[in-house]
């Protein structure tokens, strides 16, 4: 009887042991993301240009088609970004070529700087 206790544990625990790596295997734990999106910490981004598609200044957004951002891992796209302070869209239109800064705080975007591209 001593031995099928130990057997029948063994053949119990080995399944569930076997279940248990293909789900930890599939979950990414967003490895591939430079950012920080902990938000224990905003990370600024190098400036980075792109045109502006659209300017909410009443939501505080902006829509800006830029291109590769290398530092978070981001490919060239068209994205709504928030921004930190109301003042920075008053510098700019849709259709401005621009050179910006942003970080991620929390999980999302948000603009830290821009300048219209002469």
Avoid: C, W, Y
């Avoid at 119990?12 to 938000?39: C, D, E, I, K, T």
């Avoid at 800006?64 to 700019?92: N, Q, Y």
């Amino acid at each position: 009887m001593r031995l099928e206790v130990p057997a029948l544990l063994a053949a119990a625990l080995v399944p569930a042991a076997l279940l248990a790596f293909p789900a930890h295997a599939q979950h990414s734990h967003m490895h591939g993301m430079h950012g920080n999106a902990s938000g224990h910490e905003a990370m600024p981004v190098r400036a980075t240009e792109g045109v502006v598609q659209k300017v909410d200044r009443e939501a505080g957004k902006i829509t800006l088609r830029h291109g590769e951002i290398p530092s978070m891992g981001m490919p060239a796209m068209t994205m709504v970004f928030k921004v930190k302070e109301p003042v920075l869209l008053e510098k700019v239109k849709a259709g401005d070529s621009v050179r910006f800064t942003a970080m991620n705080d929390a999980g999302a975007m948000v603009l830290t700087a821009i300048d219209p591209v002469n």
